[in-house]
């Protein structure tokens, strides 16, 4: 079993996450696009968008695979490197604007458009094409991509 001492707090460091976190919402979300495109479940998309405007909104103790990963899975595994939350974050804007699309498309009558915006949030996620948009957003605004150091402990 992998150490459990953290270098950062998930409910309190927001400016870092452990670089693993992203990957399990990741899984949750494209699993969830996918599931709603191939049984045409809207309700899928829906919730999803909700739970990610509720976790963007309250935090990440309010973010049901975030509370999964750091209350079941890093205490078992350890923590994973740290990175800039930032991107994640932009990612889970554009997950909760396009998984919403797609339920009110699908609500409107637009069955196609919504499995189509659908499918592209499922193949889009194994991609992270939302963190590669943050990216290359801050690679061309000269933002740091550099993982700033975690309360308490001195900057690299």
């Given at each position: 079993?992998?150490?459990?001492?953290?270098?950062?707090?998930?409910?309190?460091?927001?400016?870092?996450?452990?670089?693993?976190?992203?990957?399990?919402?990741?899984?949750?979300?494209?699993?969830?696009?996918?599931?709603?495109?191939?049984?045409?479940?809207?309700?899928?998309?829906?919730?999803?968008?909700?739970?990610?405007?509720?976790?963007?909104?309250?935090?990440?103790?309010?973010?049901?695979?975030?509370?999964?990963?750091?209350?079941?899975?890093?205490?078992?595994?350890?923590?994973?490197?740290?990175?800039?939350?930032?991107?994640?974050?932009?990612?889970?804007?554009?997950?909760?604007?396009?998984?919403?699309?797609?339920?009110?498309?699908?609500?409107?009558?637009?069955?196609?458009?919504?499995?189509?915006?659908?499918?592209?949030?499922?193949?889009?996620?194994?991609?992270?094409?939302?963190?590669?948009?943050w990216m290359l957003?801050?690679?061309?605004?000269?933002?740091?991509?550099?993982?700033?150091?975690?309360?308490?402990?001195?900057?690299?």
């Amino acid at each position: 079993m992998a150490s459990t001492q953290r270098t950062a707090d998930p409910y309190r460091d927001l400016e870092v996450i452990d670089s693993r976190a992203p990957r399990v919402n990741q899984a949750v979300g494209g699993t969830v696009a996918l599931v709603g495109a191939v049984f045409g479940w809207p309700l899928a998309w829906a919730l999803y968008a909700a739970q990610l405007l509720i976790g963007l909104t309250f935090g990440r103790r309010f973010c049901l695979p975030c509370l999964a990963y750091f209350e079941l899975i890093q205490p078992r595994f350890g923590e994973g490197p740290l990175e800039d939350a930032r991107a994640p974050r932009f990612a889970n804007w554009i997950g909760f604007a396009l998984l919403s699309a797609s339920a009110a498309a699908w609500w409107l009558g637009a069955p196609v458009v919504a499995t189509t915006i659908g499918s592209v949030v499922a193949a889009l996620t194994g991609f992270c094409a939302g963190c590669r948009m943050w990216m290359l957003y801050a690679k061309l605004r000269r933002i740091p991509l550099v993982c700033p150091a975690p309360p308490g402990t001195a900057a690299p």
